[in-house]
């Protein structure tokens, strides 16, 4: 996209961490309020209890939280482009 105008490129990856009281309380949190996930909802009804579970499990899987305490990770790339 900026190939032509571009004099130079910086990608570094950082991590943003979610900490919250708990999984379940940041899987209500999240599910009644990211836009994907409220349509989702919307969209399959009674099915919408199968994909939060799948997803509390993956969620479940990443924690790195102590006492029942959420702490995960996020990773994302920023990336600065000079023109």
Do not use: C, H
Request: a negative charge; zero cysteines.
């Amino acid at each position: 996209m900026f190939a032509e105008v571009a004099t130079s490129y910086e990608f570094e990856r950082q991590v943003n961490w979610i900490d919250w009281e708990s999984l379940e309380g940041w899987a209500d949190f999240f599910m009644g309020r990211f836009p994907p996930m409220v349509t989702a909802r919307a969209m399959l009804g009674d099915r919408f209890g199968e994909l939060r579970a799948s997803i509390v499990e993956i969620w479940k899987n990443a924690n790195q939280g102590n006492g029942g305490r959420l702490r995960m990770p996020q990773e994302y790339l920023l990336s600065v482009i000079r023109l």
